[in-house]
């Protein structure tokens, strides 16, 4: 990550560190009367909640269960999801007042991002296939334990396919960031990546990386270019006046930036409108 240039989190946080935290918000989820236990399990009752389903816009069909849920005929309807599971044999477990057991799939994020960032916050990120089940739990449980909670902006992401195909490693239908990097340079990945819109699918091909890579070479090539012809007036104190002209096209390209990273990070444009 280092080689591509991305910020590190400022928070790696592990569900093991947080169990309290779960406990906490599923016993609120509780008293607000949207779930249930049955026998060491608890579940959120997806009735109780009227505004279930509006992120992903689905709707609920009462005789199929979603995805990663099992059915359980002890549950008051197929789509309840599970919030704490009673223990199994061989299963790592924690103490909790509905017995021993572990966090449910989409309790462990809700407790960590309220916990890290308080029950507001601007950006949510993932790939395009958690909307449903786990980002539409997420908002289900994090509002029926604080109805103020909210995320100002969902943003999901498209896969990378390779050839048109999507990536398996059952079928060695893939590669990994050091594959590329070893061959190409870094920023020749980026760019490759961020010339599709990040909602959308991006298809690898020898081809688009072998293209990105000659405009990132373009790129870095032109920033020398400037940097000789520059350096010598700097060294000697003479100052450059620049046109007009020159002041407002870079101004144009500076708004033009701002506008299209304003419209839900529409980077094609940018780089197609400057390199």
């Given amino acids: ?12 946080p592990r569900v093991t560190e947080h169990i ?3 406990i906490e ?13 049955i026998e060491g399990d608890v579940y959120f009752s997806v009735e109780s909640f009227p505004e279930y389903l509006q992120l992903s816009g689905r709707i609920l069909d009462q005789n199929r269960a979603g995805e990663r849920v ?10 309840d999801f599970a919030l704490w599971k009673s223990a199994k044999e061989g299963e790592p477990f924690w103490e909790s007042p ?15 991002s309220a916990h890290y960032l308080g029950h507001v916050f601007d950006i949510h990120g993932g790939g395009k296939d958690l909307i449903f089940p786990h980002h539409e739990n997420e908002v289900a449980q994090s509002r029926a ?24 490693k059952s079928e060695n239908n893939f590669f990994t960031i050091r ?50 012809v520059l350096s010598k007036y700097r060294q000697e104190g003479i100052s450059i006046p620049v046109p007009d002209k020159k002041h407002i096209l870079v101004e144009q390209h500076h708004l033009h930036f701002l ?12 780089l197609d409108e400057n390199c």
């Avoid at 990550?1 to 790696?12: I, K, N, S």
């Avoid at 498209?158 to 398996?168: A, I, L, P, R, Y």
């Avoid at 990040?198 to 400037?226: F, M, P, W």
């Fill in 70 to 79: 099992a059915m359980d005929t002890r549950k008051r309807n197929p789509a």
């Fill in 1 to 12: 990550m280092d080689e591509l240039q991305c910020l590190p989190p400022t928070r790696e």
């Fill in 25 to 37: 918000l599923i016993t609120k989820i509780m008293e607000n009367g949207h779930a249930y236990a």
């Fill in 179 to 228: 594959d590329i990097i070893s061959l190409y340079h870094p920023m020749a990945l980026r760019f490759f990546l961020i010339h599709t819109h990040y909602r959308s699918d991006v298809n690898h091909s020898d081809k688009g990386i072998e293209n990105a890579s000659q405009r990132v070479y373009y790129i870095y090539q032109t920033l020398y270019d400037c940097e000789e």
């Fill in 259 to 270: 506008e299209y990273m304003s419209d839900d990070r529409k980077t094609t444009k940018v």
């Fill in 98 to 112: 509905w017995g021993p057991g572990r966090p449910g799939w989409h309790i462990e994020c809700s407790a960590m």
């Fill in 20 to 22: 309290e935290h779960v």
């Fill in 145 to 168: 334990a604080y109805p103020e909670s909210e995320v100002k902006c969902w943003m999901h992401n498209g896969f990378v396919n390779k050839d048109d195909q999507k990536m398996s």
